[in-house]
């Protein structure tokens, strides 16, 4: 018996003192899928040379050089500047390597995370990065920086040095796997930068960074130019290697899409990425493409689709009832305007995590159905008897449009008397005489097209909705403080979700101002769901808990679905290297190099 305690007790320090080695990556689950060995990601040409000027483009405007708080709107590119604990690949669904952390240690059940920083680590005044660096950069993000960060960073108990060059991260009781890899994406700031400084104020003085640019130039609002780090610390590194190419990388803002458009055309910027399906038709029809000087491709992804469409704010009285929000619902008619304006080219949503394995479809089965029965009663009973389709206004060969839109208005009708709405003098009112009249609010004047023909099957409702399109910088302000009815609103997801959906859905989320949950959703079910997919101990309960929790939500029927593609579409003047692996997981133009420069 002896024996076999003391066999028990080596087998368990052996166990954890190999749990707690250090290592050069943490994958989400399972292992990472480069060695410690490895030279550089294979979606990069190592021998990319160094050189040459890249110009991109941002809508809107910019007036703060500070990304960190909720003040102020900052430039696209300033991640470029500040390095990370750890860098995540594009070829793996959720795998970090080794950036300003050497290495990365943490036990099996996730517990604590400790980074042993590279002593090669430098800020770009060429001062060491230090754990008190780390440590500065989490309390100050934690207590002054935007509001996500709290709500990212809310499970850490505490964050100690450790020796000469180690920072632990111990977390509060329950299991969060996500947690040290959320950690490992940290930017380092530099505590002496701060020392006389006021962190939460925004500033167009550049912030001391360590990453592989610094910003060279401002032009407040209209357009910012980084230049390359000449001697960059972490430049040699594997996970460094054939990317950050360009010596400079200039990024100018235009004021909406048409006007950035005919600024491509006209040889202003070098690359987009296109969003709108009738752009991508008919708008690349010049010269330049005819020549070969402009480069249209289609790159297909593996990325979860996420959600986007007409989000509706919860805390408005009126959108309160889901059978209100269900009702608005049948007025969309989503077939019209991918035949009228999409050319077809889209695929109706109906997930949060279409285009993933992620996604609900079908009657909950296995380890879904399990996890949504200890709920049974307090979420819709569809959610286990029906499977989630947005109303459609798609009509058979042959079959009577007008017929289809009769049932659907009647439907909506229908749904709305049950809420207790009811049509006066061509009004929809409620019990105390209020009249049904919401904003849509938008920044993007594209979405103007789909929105007008939306009002009208409204108006037929009785409900008055107007669009409002309104600047960038206005909106965005509006939005953090939830001053709105309808939006448009994207939620983004990845083959690996955990703490940003508490930020997305999160009851506590719903009342800090600057937060994602938009929509306002307060759901102690959700709140459920959601720890289930932080907790989630290997990569089969991480799919149950997504399902059970996207299914929760598409039966709340907090937005009306719009549309989605599963390629990248792109546009670039014909300048560029490219290498010939493209990740499935993301398009990193970092990897792309300059022609001019290898001449």
């Keep these: 018996m002896v024996r076999k305690i003391a066999l028990a007790a080596l087998a368990l320090f052996i166990s954890t003192h190999a749990a707690h080695a250090a290592a050069h990556a943490l994958a989400m689950h399972g292992g990472p899928k480069y060695p410690p060995t490895f030279k550089n990601f294979d979606y990069v040409n190592p021998a ?78 060429g001062k060491a ?67 006389k400084k006021e962190f939460d104020k925004t500033t167009l003085d550049p912030i001391l960074g360590s990453g592989p640019y610094k910003v060279q130039s401002v032009d407040a609002g209209r357009s910012i130019t980084y230049a390359r780090v000449k001697d960059y610390w972490g430049a040699d590194l594997p996970v460094s290697v054939g990317q950050n190419n360009f010596d400079t990388i200039r990024i100018d803002y235009y004021r909406d899409q048409t006007v ?51 989000a509706f704010n919860t805390r408005k009285s009126f959108f309160a009832d889901p059978k209100v929000r269900r009702a608005l619902a049948f007025a969309f008619d989503f077939e019209s305007a991918n035949k009228q304006f999409f050319y077809d080219s889209y695929t109706r949503t109906r997930s949060y995590f279409d285009n993933s394995e992620m996604a609900a479809t079908g009657l909950p089965t296995g380890e879904e159905a399990k996890i949504l029965e200890k709920f049974r009663g307090r979420v819709p009973e569809e ?30 009708k229908n749904l709305l008397e049950e809420a207790g709405w ?45 669009v409002r399109t309104i600047d960038p910088s206005q909106y965005e302000n509006r939005m953090e403080n939830f001053d709105f009815d ?13 703490n940003e959906q508490r930020d997305f859905w999160g009851s506590k989320a719903a009342e ?29 309960g991480l799919v149950a808990a997504s399902k059970a929790l996207d299914r929760v939500l598409q039966w709340g029927h907090y937005v009306i679905p719009h549309w989605h593609i599963s390629v990248w579409r792109i546009a670039y003047w014909n300048k560029f290297g490219i290498p010939k692996t493209i990740p499935a997981y993301d398009l990193p133009l970092d990897a792309w190099w300059s022609r001019d420069a290898a001449k």
């Design 422 to 466: 009811k049509v006066k003098e061509n009004k929809l009112v409620n019990g105390k005489g209020e009249t049904f009249a919401f904003e849509i609010l938008m920044d993007n004047p594209a979405f103007e097209r789909i929105s007008l023909p939306f009002t009208k099957n409204l108006e037929k409702l009785g409900i008055e909705a107007k």
């Design 48 to 125: 990319a040379p160094k050189g040459g000027a890249e110009r991109l483009f941002a809508l809107g405007t910019f007036d703060s050089l500070n990304p960190f708080i909720l003040k102020g709107v900052a430039p696209s590119g300033m991640g470029r500047t500040f390095d990370t604990l750890m860098t995540k690949s594009a070829d793996e669904p959720f795998t970090m390597y080794g950036l300003v952390a050497q290495s990365v240690e943490t036990p099996a059940d996730r517990s604590w995370v400790k980074f042993n920083l590279n002593p090669k680590a430098r800020f770009n005044d």
């Design 512 to 540: 800090i101002k600057g937060s994602r949950n938009v929509i306002g959703i307060r759901d102690p079910v959700v709140d459920e769901l959601v720890e289930l997919i932080i907790s989630a101990k290997d990569r089969e």
């Design 260 to 310: 950035a458009l005919e600024a491509f055309k006209a040889g202003e910027y070098d690359f987009r990425a296109e969003n709108t399906a009738k752009t991508w038709a008919t708008g690349y029809d010049f010269p330049a493409v005819k020549e070969g000087r402009v480069i249209l491709k289609t790159f297909p992804n593996k990325n979860p689709s996420g959600m986007q469409g007409f």
């Design 129 to 195: 990065i230090t754990p008190e660096d780390v440590i500065f950069t989490f309390e100050t993000l934690r207590d002054k920086g935007h509001p996500f960060y709290r709500s990212y960073y809310g499970s850490v108990k505490k964050a100690v040095k450790e020796g000469e060059g180690s920072v632990k991260f111990t977390f509060a009781d329950g299991l969060n796997r996500e947690l040290p890899l959320i950690l490992g994406e940290m930017p380092v700031l530099p505590r002496h930068f701060f020392a």
């Design 486 to 498: 309808m939006t448009v609103e994207v939620f983004g997801q990845s083959q690996s979700p955990g």
């Design 383 to 412: 959610v286990f008897t029906r499977e989630y389709r947005p109303p459609s206004f798609a009509v058979e060969a042959g079959g009577d449009a007008n017929k289809k839109f009769r049932e659907n208005m009647l439907a909506a």
